[in-house]
């Protein structure tokens, strides 16, 4: 039953019921042609460049209905590299021996956020999954380590793919009901932080550096509210990123550098959340 349904009783049909009465009408040129199907029900309609206003809009409705009626009220988010490998792994992004000795080595952040998931998805039971939901973009690396942490504990955790020109498949760790695809990445990344109590970055590339400058630049701008940003990986975020050199330049103030704590164990990083809630 719909919210709408649950709210009272309409005399007036429901979409999904003149859908129905549409696939009886009589088979004649006038009810194949293109122009007599549900405007909401024809593919090549719904993907016109002008209706692209409304495609954001179902994009950001979609999730957060789902989401609303499953009842979750926040998530921790897990941004990091799909290309790094579980441990033993094989590196299969490698380009040269170097980024293969690199990303075996990295291959513990794997652990390390498979181990996070856990801690968080064991504080999620207490609010029976409402609160601390993790969520990852669903791809592989450490989108599935997180995932697959909460699928250790029996948790539900939430995956938002993204169609790319190389398809990313859903990591095999995701809730089946809590995996959703994106077109946008604009509303991909709402949906990241609407719910976000707290959001945890490991090493990766540009997509993960986007991730995670867009949510600093968020709270920076005071148009999200503070929540724990933790860096795994100190040595590798030194010399990924000097935030000191920033603030010594002026583009950013003094003390902005604050906003984020350095870990490099899942312990570390869910005692900075935890002493941030008092839990």
């Not at 709210?7 to 194949?32: C, F, I, M, N, Y």
């Not at 926040?74 to 792994?89: K, W, Y």
């Not at 170097?98 to 856990?118: D, G, I, P, V």
């Not at 010594?248 to 941030?276: H, K, L, M, N, Y």
């Amino acid at each position: 039953m719909t919210p709408m349904e649950k709210a009272g009783w309409t005399p007036l049909p429901h979409s999904d019921e003149d859908l129905e009465r549409s696939k009886s009408v009589p088979d004649t040129p006038q009810t194949r042609a293109e122009t007599y199907r549900l405007a909401w029900n024809d593919p090549e309609f719904m993907t016109r460049r002008e209706l692209r206003a409304v495609r954001l809009q179902l994009e950001l409705l979609k999730p957060e209905m789902i989401l609303a009626e499953r009842g979750i009220r926040s998530t921790v988010i897990l941004f990091g590299g799909a290309r790094l490998p579980e441990p033993g792994g094989e590196a299969w992004a490698a380009k040269n021996e170097t980024q293969k000795k690199n990303l075996e080595e990295n291959s513990k952040y794997y652990e390390e956020a498979r181990k996070f998931a856990r801690l968080c998805s064991q504080q999620s039971a207490a609010s029976y999954y409402r609160e601390y939901v993790v969520v990852t973009g669903g791809g592989p690396g450490v989108m599935e380590a997180g995932n697959r942490g909460a699928h250790d504990v029996g948790a539900p955790s939430i995956g938002l793919n993204i169609v790319l020109p190389h398809e990313q498949a859903p990591n095999a760790y995701v809730t089946p009901e809590l995996c959703f695809n994106f077109h946008y990445f604009a509303i991909r990344k709402m949906h990241f932080v609407m719910r976000a109590k707290a959001v945890a970055v490991f090493p990766g590339g540009f997509g993960t550096m986007d991730e995670f400058f867009e949510t600093l630049t968020l709270i920076q701008t005071g148009r999200m509210e503070r929540v724990p940003v933790i860096l795994f990986g100190k040595s590798f975020w030194k010399r990924a990123i000097d935030l000191d050199f920033l603030a010594e330049q002026g583009t950013i103030s003094p003390g902005d550098q604050d906003i984020i704590d350095f870990v490099d164990t899942a312990d570390e990083a869910w005692g900075i959340i935890s002493r941030f809630y008092n839990l």
